[in-house]
């Protein structure tokens, strides 16, 4: 399983450190990726990275702005979340599909966390 931890309340222009913690799963072996989904909204990808060797993905205005990263050791992914803005307010997950490189496609994920809520607000 996947558990998200790290959400909260930040105001605009703020920064938050978002995690994923795998339990049972070994993250080293899977491709895993931040979603965010706000009220009223389709579910967005949001950055990905391949646990096999470390690459980076990045879709959208996200780039530059939001950094995703791994530490093996811990078995944990990290999404760092630079100058917020309201935009970026919504339920955070990570999932994880097995596997390497660009796979983070939303309805082909094998394991989903339960979420994180991310208030931009002033």
């Known amino acids: 399983q996947l558990v998200e931890s790290g959400g909260g309340l930040v105001k605009p222009g703020g920064s938050l450190r978002l995690s994923c913690a795998g339990s049972?799963?070994?993250?080293?072996?899977?491709?895993i990726g931040w979603f965010r989904q706000a009220p009223g909204k389709d579910r967005e990808g949001v950055p990905c990275i391949s646990g096999f060797d470390d690459r980076t993905y990045y879709r959208g205005p996200v780039q530059g702005r939001f950094t995703i990263s791994i530490d093996k050791a811990k078995n944990t992914v990290y999404m760092q979340m630079d100058n917020l803005n309201p935009e970026g307010a919504g339920d955070y997950y990570c999932?994880?599909?097995?596997?390497?490189?660009?796979?983070?496609?939303?309805?082909?994920?094998?394991?989903w966390g339960r979420g994180t809520l991310v208030t931009v607000s002033a």
């Open positions: 049972g799963v070994s993250l080293e072996w899977y491709s």
């Open positions: 999932a994880a599909r097995g596997g390497s490189g660009d796979i983070c496609n939303g309805p082909y994920m094998d394991v």
